[in-house]
């Protein structure tokens, strides 16, 4: 993976690329990660595909770019970075917050997608009680608390029975909530407030869609999971069976293969 800087429209940001490979995979980290994310899953897509992994805006070492950076601005961003890079048509891979910003992507540029993949992630809005969360946590960041967010977040997002084997990658991820910026948290958290409703976008949209879940979302239960897959049987799916949030650390392998057979 070559690492550099793109000027993505007016906004610098943070990329790696494999460079090779005929189709084109963009794996969108999730909420308080970053790009390196995806280090030890990488291997597992690009001796087939040419990947390209990104820092959100806000979050790693990507610019932060006002109070609220929305899923839409973000969605911009992207189309930005593959105009800059030279990259005409992709597969959006987002997990949890990246699937949101894969969702706007694909309301306002879905001529430049092969195909949109939801990893962890939901077409549905925030309920009221999730935005009050999200307020809470703006917050906490504001009061100069994020440690609390620190020692919540990154053990949720593994099923139970996994977080004693990747006690590490709980670790490191502990370790990236607390390098990064608090204004960077702050303008997410606002985005994804204000993010709308996708399931009518993805059920009118030519874009194949793939939704890759975790039998063991904290964040995504079966049931809630079950109800959004009802209202969208235009798309596959594909469930990992020993998996939270993070499946594509918990079980790569099976996340590859579901990614993979849908890329191909």
Known sequence: MKEKFVMAGSTALHIADSLKGEKCVVLLHGYLESM???????????????????????????????????????ADVLHDML???????????????GGY???????????????????SSSPNPDTEQKREN???EIALVKAGKKDAL????????????NRKRLKSYIDDLVECVHVTEDEGIVALLGGMIERVDQN??????????????????????????????????QAKVAWL???????????PEACAEALLEFVE
Not at 201 to 222: E, T
């Open 36 to 74: 390196y994310v995806w280090d030890d899953f990488l291997p597992l897509l690009t001796p087939k595909v040419r990947v390209i992994t990104a820092d959100i805006p806000g979050h790693g070492v990507s610019v932060v770019n006002g109070e609220v950076h929305t899923m839409e601005w973000i």
């Open 83 to 97: 105009d800059a890079i030279g990259v005409e048509k992709v597969t959006l891979v987002g997990h949890s917050m």
């Open 101 to 119: 910003i894969s969702l706007a992507f694909c309301a306002k540029y879905p001529e430049r997608l092969d195909g949109v993949v939801l990893l």
């Open 134 to 136: 999200r307020r809470r």
């Open 150 to 161: 620190a020692r919540v977040a990154p053990e949720t997002g593994f099923a139970p029975h």
């Open 200 to 233: 009518e976008m993805l059920r009118n949209s030519a874009v194949k869609q793939l939704f890759i879940l975790g039998k063991h979302d904290a964040y995504i239960p079966v049931e809630a999971a079950e109800e959004f897959i009802a209202r969208n049987p």
């Open 241 to 251: 069976e020993n998996s939270g949030h993070m499946g594509f650390i918990e079980e």
